[in-house]
């Protein structure tokens, strides 16, 4: 997840520390921030566990926070932060890494805009997003 996220949503860490830009950037060392229902089902609620490593895809990550109960994005079991300082892989390559080859957005949508509105605008920005091909 993008280093913001928790103040783009309002909500901190339970436990520990949430993401930081620094955590972002190349060579930073692997940290991850736990998703409540995972913290009580695999590490039983123990709030010793910031700082110790887990592993994901074959590397070690330190855990840095657990998130609340309230904070359930995309129902992930923890989060790690995305780096965006970096060439993207080929679809191949994305695929035999097991790097992410999409995205999710989110928005915050004033009162009064239209759901097709939205959708447009999304619709636009995805457009733009896309290479030439």
Same mark, same amino acid.
């Not at 901190?12 to 930081?20: A, E």
């Not at 079991?77 to 965006?84: K, L, N, Q, R």
């Given at each position: ?9 309002? +909500?901190? *860490? ?15 060392? *692997? ?17 010793? +566990? ?10 070690? %990550?330190?855990?840095?926070? +657990?998130? @609340? @109960? =309230?904070? $359930? ?5 923890? $989060?790690? @932060? ?8 080929? =679809? ?7 790097? *992410? ?9 004033? %009162? ?5 509105? +939205? ?11 896309? *290479? @030439?091909?």
């Amino acid at each position: 997840m993008t280093t913001n996220a928790m103040s783009f949503y309002g +909500v901190p *860490p339970l436990l520990g520390r949430g993401l930081t830009e620094e955590d972002a950037l190349p060579g930073s060392p *692997p940290v991850a921030l736990l998703g409540y229902l995972y913290w009580k089902t695999q590490f039983h609620e123990d709030k010793s +566990v910031i700082g110790q490593t887990m592993m994901v895809n074959k590397q070690a %990550r330190t855990i840095i926070g +657990v998130m @609340p @109960p =309230r904070f $359930y994005l995309f129902g992930a079991d923890f $989060y790690a @932060p995305i780096s965006w300082n970096y060439a993207e892989p080929s =679809r191949q390559e994305a695929m035999a890494n097991g790097d *992410p080859i999409y995205f999710y957005a989110t928005a915050m949508v004033k %009162r009064g805009i239209t759901s097709q509105a +939205v959708s447009d605008d999304m619709l636009s920005i995805a457009n733009g997003l896309v *290479p @030439p091909s």
